[in-house]
């Protein structure tokens, strides 16, 4: 690109070469066994004990609405922590733990019990925007037990970036802690004006409680037990608004069985919405069963409906990308969860044009974080666009949820924001206007990447040199190529023809540019993107992987990639690793320079099974499917280490990764959508289930309450041997025509099935 074509597009030359900010926080070190519950933009992330410790360590705490409301929480059982016997999630948003007491000595007075005399029930549980730890404490003893119980608290109210390590120095102010009836007020008046309170209340009243802890002394009997419930509600507003607590003392424990009965219910009405999957693998269903709970958490209401926010810790938000892909994964699953994220980001498109926030009209969000540091404009990603495939992902979803569900309704309401992220892709996403997409972030505090390999140097040349923007990622052009090829059949269908028409033949110029432009005919691969000069990043990596995704590429061409993308380098036996282990910056522990990630591998999975692929599709679902085996609840991470499979090993974990992860949980059913065939076509009453393949860990499948428009249908799918045989047993609602194709010996079953 020219000097002067970039002062045109409002860029500055990059000359001398800019830097990535590599000093932006990435997220911080967690442990493995850490406990992480979500609820919408609330999440807790702490021990295996359900405490928070250290006291205001950067991988601890209560957050919500990106700020951390409680930043130590400790349980104490005669003066030492007790010690966990087991630790397990229920859903996403709670937890029971099971501890038993070690003894001690408390204020001089000798308290040591026998072992394993004292046991403790605690029970976790995140409800809109409040906490509750339920403690059930009973004695074992054969005679009298003397406890003193006691809960440390302190509240920092540190914007997530500066948890995660974003240097600030300076804060907002900080008052004195109130005690009041049963609890106890910690408040903090931010430097955006706001004030932020925690109330932590407490069933019964502790006989002691002050600023930093409460405790209790108990006497229990042989056999008895007793209870208390911690109630840790969190509110921001003016400086007279507070959590409100209508609640006596007494009440808080019906409040705790309420939310819990609540939170029960509503969690069953949503598996009984979805659609229900069940296996003659009982491992699988479990993972499946743990995946649909994780959405069942993530899903974050909005002004316009509800969207699915990206995972836990440090994304506990509204991420164009994140959101839309994941729901695209789970269409299968419920395609509600899409039909929430296209109406909120549509609420969220860009209507001006502003260097601050990367934004301008048409383009889709990228993230939205709502804390003190973004009200300052300390960070710049209160209302951040700095994504350049958001927005072709956002009318690949459109598409695809209508094919799913031929909702007229969502598409004529969608219609303008679906025209605006066009014309974004056809005017404006264009940089240098020689047809292809780029990137260049307009913000300097913005992303220096902002495909979704976004670290600051996910994208380098073959000797390590970071690539310059603007820059060119393949991924990006297939995702546009699909997008402006299925976006022309929806704009046709609202008689936007000349605009279709258009998009049409954009979709097969990017096609012969991909060919033209990325094809490296020496390595037989495609480049993972152009730099600033139009130069090719000629490394291995799983970017190419997407194109199957896309439909972008020729059945040969798509063989070639995937032989490449299984091949020693890139394929790590646990999945497909971002680089190839052969190139010079590899790094298996590397936030995209190596490591395995879940939704990558499931993109490129599902692309492959599109092509007919199917033995090397299964090879991934394999490879995911045993490493899940090593998480808890078999709940694929956001990532883990691209170190190469070895017998009787692991995956390695990565430190920093997000579970649960929305893209990670939603994998298994993209996978599963795309090895099962089903191509849906709702607005034609139309299911084909193409060339079925079940992977060699699952022999049978039931899928009920599927999904197609207003049918709703239950299938059958069980292996014999390479042949996986596919039989509809029921359908209910519109009448709807399945067709079963096996290519291996061109058999086409096509039947009408009448809904009853």
Not at 397 to 412: C, G, S, V
Not at 457 to 472: K, L, S, T
Not at 670 to 684: F, K, Q
Not at 728 to 743: F, P, Q, T
Request: contains cysteine.
């Amino acid at each position: 690109m020219s000097e002067m074509t970039m002062k045109l597009n409002g860029l500055e030359p990059a000359v001398p070469p800019i830097e990535p900010n590599l000093a932006y926080p990435e997220p911080l070190l967690l442990d493995a066994e850490q406990l992480a519950l979500i609820h919408g933009s609330t999440f807790f992330a702490g021990t295996r004990e359900g405490d928070l410790t250290p006291p205001g360590a950067p991988h601890i705490g209560l957050f919500h609405d990106d700020t951390r409301f409680l930043s130590h929480f400790e349980l104490r059982i005669n003066g030492q922590k007790p010690i966990v016997l087991s630790s397990t999630t229920v859903g996403a948003d709670g937890a029971r733990i099971e501890l038993t007491v070690r003894g001690g000595s408390v204020h001089g007075e000798n308290l040591d019990l026998p072992i394993n005399t004292i046991y403790v029930h605690r029970e976790q549980l995140l409800y809109g925007d409040r906490f509750f730890d339920a403690l059930e404490i009973q004695s074992y003893h054969d005679v009298e037990a003397k406890l003193v119980v006691e809960l440390r608290y302190s509240a920092d109210f540190m914007d997530i970036f500066q948890v995660r390590g974003l240097l600030r120095g300076k804060s907002g102010h900080y008052f004195i802690p109130e005690e009041k009836d049963s609890g106890v007020f910690l408040r903090y008046g931010g430097l955006d004006g706001r004030e932020r309170t925690t109330r932590i209340s407490f069933s019964p009243r502790p006989q002691v409680m002050d600023r930093e802890r409460a405790s209790w002394e108990l006497t229990l009997a042989p056999h008895r037990k007793e209870r208390i419930i911690t109630t840790i509600s969190m509110a921001e507003g003016g400086a007279d608004e507070g959590p409100r607590d209508p609640f006596a003392e007494n009440d808080r424990t019906i409040l705790f069985e309420q939310a819990r009965a609540e939170s029960r219910i509503r969690h069953e009405q949503w598996r009984e919405s979805c659609t229900r999957l069940r296996s003659g693998n009982e491992i699988f269903d479990l993972m499946l069963e743990t995946a649909r709970d994780d959405f069942y958490a993530l899903r974050m209401p909005e002004a316009c409906g509800t969207a699915v926010a990206a995972g836990v810790p440090w994304f506990a938000a509204l991420f164009g990308r994140d959101s839309l892909l994941s729901s695209y994964q789970t269409l299968l699953l419920d395609p509600e969860l899409a039909r929430g994220t296209l109406r909120v980001l549509a609420c969220y498109q860009g209507k001006v044009k502003s260097d601050e926030r990367d934004e301008e009209p048409g383009k889709i969000l990228h993230e939205r974080r709502s804390g003190e540091m973004t009200a300052t404009n300390e960070v710049a990603f209160g209302r951040s666009y700095g994504s350049v495939d958001a927005t072709p992902l956002f009318l690949i979803l459109l598409r695809a949820y209508f094919d799913w569900t031929a909702d007229y309704e969502l598409l004529h309401e969608l219609k303008e924001p679906m025209k605006a992220a066009t014309e974004w892709l056809l005017h404006s996403a264009d940089l240098d206007g020689d047809g292809l997409i780029e990137y260049c972030r307009r913000n300097p505090k913005g992303l220096f990447n902002q495909g979704w390999k976004d670290s600051g140097d996910a994208n380098r040349h073959a000797n390590g040199r970071i690539a310059q923007p603007p820059i060119a990622l393949i991924e990006v052009q297939g995702y546009t190529m699909r997008a402006f090829a299925g976006v022309s059949n929806l704009l046709h269908l609202l008689k936007e023809d000349e605009l279709g028409a258009q998009t049409s033949r954009r979709s097969e110029h990017l096609r012969n540019s991909i060919e033209q432009r990325f094809w490296l005919q020496d390595r037989s691969y495609y480049a993972m993107a152009l730099d600033s000069e139009k130069q090719p990043l000629q490394v291995d990596s799983s970017n190419p992987g997407h194109l199957l995704f896309s439909a972008a590429i020729s059945g040969e061409r798509a063989r070639q990639v995937s032989e490449r993308l299984l091949s020693k380098g890139l394929f790590s036996g646990w999945g497909i690793r971002t680089l190839s282990c052969s190139e010079a910056y590899f790094n298996p522990m590397s936030y995209h320079c190596g490591s395995v990630w879940p939704h990558d591998n499931s993109i490129i999975g599902y692309g492959m099974a599109l092509y007919g692929l199917h033995r090397e599709a299964s090879i991934i679902f394999q490879a995911l499917y045993d490493a899940a085996l090593h998480f808890r609840d078999y709940r694929l991470p956001e990532l883990f280490c691209g170190v190469a499979r070895q017998v009787r090993s692991e995956p390695v974990h990565y430190p920093v990764s997000c579970s649960p992860q929305a893209w990670a949980s939603g994998s298994p059913f993209l996978l599963l959508t795309g090895v099962l065939g089903l191509r849906p076509n709702a607005s034609a009453a139309e299911l084909a289930i193409i060339d079925p393949h079940l992977p060699a860990f699952i022999d049978s499948l039931r899928i009920e309450n599927l999904r197609i428009g207003t049918s709703r249908v239950t299938l059958d799918f069980k292996r014999e041997g390479e042949r996986t045989h596919c039989n509809v047993i029921d359908v209910r609602g519109a009448a709807l025509k399945i067709s079963i194709v096996l290519s291996s010996n061109a058999l086409d079953k096509s039947t009408d099935h009448q809904g009853a």
